[in-house]
Nanobody, 121 residues
Framework: QVQLVESGGGLVQARGSLRLSCTASERTFVMGWFRQAPGKEREFVATINWSATATYYADSVKGRFTISRDNTKNTVYLQMNSLKPEDTAVYYC?????????????????WGQGTQVTVSS
C-alpha cells in the first residue's frame, strides 16, 4: 500500500505563488494532482508520467501551474503561480500504476489526504 503525504498548502493572495509537494512511501509511476472545491466534484489539475518526459494540464491552470517530480526522493511537486481565487480548493496528490499520464480519477490507485489552498482576492 503506497502512502502519499502532501505539504505546502496555505493562504495566499491573488497573483501569489505556492508550491505543493507530495512524497510517496515507495516508487510510483503516473502521478497527478486533483482538486476539489466546496460543493463541487473533484477535478483534474495536472499529471506527469513516471520518467517525467510527459506532462498534461487542465486548461484552467495551463501556463500558470507546473508539475514536476524527483524520483530519487519519490516526490512530485506542483508549482502554482499567478494564483486566482477560483483556485481555492483542497488539492489531492494521486499515484497510479500506468507508465503514461492520466487525467481521470479511475486511473489512480493511491491518494493523499489533501492539502488546503486558499487564495484571497
Amino acid at each position: 500500500q503506497v502512502q502519499l503525504v502532501e505539504s505546502g498548502g496555505g493562504l495566499v493572495q491573488a497573483r501569489g505563488s505556492l508550491r505543493l509537494s507530495c512524497t510517496a512511501s515507495e516508487r510510483t509511476f503516473v502521478m497527478g494532482w486533483f482538486r476539489q472545491a466546496p460543493g463541487k466534484e473533484r477535478e483534474f489539475v495536472a499529471t506527469i508520467n513516471w520518467s517525467a518526459t510527459a506532462t498534461y494540464y487542465a486548461d484552467s491552470v495551463k501556463g500558470r501551474f507546473t508539475i514536476s517530480r524527483d524520483n530519487t526522493k519519490n516526490t512530485v511537486y506542483l508549482q502554482m503561480n499567478s494564483l486566482k481565487p477560483e483556485d481555492t480548493a483542497v488539492y489531492y496528490c494521486a499515484a497510479g500504476l500506468d507508465y503514461g499520464t492520466a487525467v481521470t480519477t479511475q486511473r489512480y490507485s493511491y491518494w493523499g489526504q489533501g492539502t488546503q489552498v486558499t487564495v484571497s482576492s
